[in-house]
């Protein structure tokens, strides 16, 4: 493991310092990314709000942030443009080596062509649980504001313990003559689930930490992922039609 992924509002706005607690000098030898929107009264991207967060980062983290993100945009679009301004400001000073977005539901967001600073990289989730609708507007936003990379999140939805997950068999997914566990096959199709460069996840667990990383060796078939975007595609428009 060589990058950690965190939030300014993490574990009641204390996860930086609990970070720098926990590894200490070690801090320095992972590559960080963590995202700034959320405050104690609520979601605010006012740019001011937003500058002010992302100074308080290097003081609490003790090191400078590898990527900041927007978090979670779609619940203050108005402010959207201006917000994504002001990231590019703190990255062009110093307070970060990169800037983006990060969307749990792109939606509303993929709906319009908007005038922001192209940014370094755009998270959206990514997996077999996410829908079709969200699936197609990640990849729509991630176009439009011209991401340079493409980052995934939750492959399980929040919960690899969910029952929904025993009953899917995930390896259809692999090249066959692979082996590979029910999560490890999950996780290898949500790097193509869409299409990503990097894949994060949470967990408590070092077990389960180490069955995730061994899945990246894992090769996914393009024609079946193909062939599910189609059927999940086809899936969505009938439950339209019937709404």
């Not at 709000?49 to 979670?72: F, S």
Request: hydrophobic content about 45%.
């Amino acid at each position: 493991m060589t990058r950690l992924d965190t939030a300014f509002n993490y574990q009641r706005f204390t996860a930086h310092r609990l970070l720098a607690d926990a590894a200490g000098d070690l801090l320095a030898s992972f590559e960080i990314s963590t995202k700034v929107g959320f405050f104690p009264d609520g979601h605010d991207l006012t740019p001011e709000r937003l500058k002010a967060a992302v100074r308080e980062i290097p003081e609490e983290l003790g090191c400078v942030p590898d990527t900041v993100l927007l978090h979670n945009p779609e619940n203050s679009i108005e402010g959207f443009e201006g917000a994504c301004a002001a990231l590019a400001e703190m990255r062009y000073a110093g307070y970060c080596g990169a800037w983006g977005l990060s969307s749990w539901d792109p939606r509303v967001l993929a709906e319009r062509d908007w005038s922001v600073p192209r940014p370094d990289v755009v998270m959206v989730r990514a997996g077999l649980s996410v829908p079709a609708p969200v699936l197609e507007a990640a990849e729509r936003f991630s176009t439009r504001v011209g991401a340079r990379a493409v980052w995934g999140m939750a492959p399980f939805g929040g919960d690899a313990a969910d029952p929904l997950w025993s009953g899917v068999d995930t390896s259809l997914f692999l090249d066959p003559g692979q082996r590979a566990s029910r999560v490890q096959a999950t996780v290898a199709a949500a790097w193509a689930v869409p299409e990503v460069e990097r894949l994060t996840v949470g967990t408590s667990s070092p077990a389960h930490l180490e069955e995730i990383v061994q899945a990246e060796s894992l090769t996914v078939s393009a024609s079946m992922v193909d062939r599910y975007r189609t059927l999940l595609r086809r899936r969505a428009e009938r439950v339209d039609t019937a709404s």
